[in-house]
């Protein structure tokens, strides 16, 4: 094998909770992403616009906008999947989260595991 890990490519996290986004970033660099979080909604969209992200985790309980609302203007900009981690864990929250647009839905607490396998199923490594 030359040189080190292959990238996957950017994972854009929009989360508001330092701790939460930094486990994020911690578990997705080991993965093999270059992670950028943002921890507002607002911040998000417009990281997703420059950043071309491969992966985007995105928090529903945003201090600014709504995830939902988020989730549906990310979907204006991108095709990246959208992996929808946060603490609302009602069968609707998860059927409206699909609507707008997540590719995935996780439900806080989560475990590191489980959100290593996730990604992989939404962002394969490439050889």
């Excluded at 040189?3 to 080991?30: N, T």
């Excluded at 309980?61 to 946060?86: F, K, N, Y």
Aim: negative net charge.
């Amino acid at each position: 094998m030359l040189g080190g890990p292959v990238s996957r490519g950017i994972c854009l996290v929009i989360e508001d909770d330092e701790d939460i986004a930094g486990l994020i970033s911690f578990v997705l660099s080991k993965g093999g992403f270059e992670v950028h979080v943002a921890g507002t909604g607002a911040e998000g969209l417009e990281a997703a616009a420059v950043l071309n992200p491969a992966l985007i985790t995105l928090d529903l309980g945003l201090p600014d906008i709504d995830g939902l609302d988020v989730a549906h203007g990310l979907r204006q900009m991108t095709v990246a999947p959208i992996l929808m981690l946060t603490a609302r864990a009602r069968l609707s929250d998860e059927m409206d989260g699909l609507s707008a647009g997540a590719s995935a839905y996780l439900v806080k607490p989560f475990r590191p595991s489980e959100l290593t396998i996730l990604a992989d199923r939404l962002c394969p490594a490439r050889l």
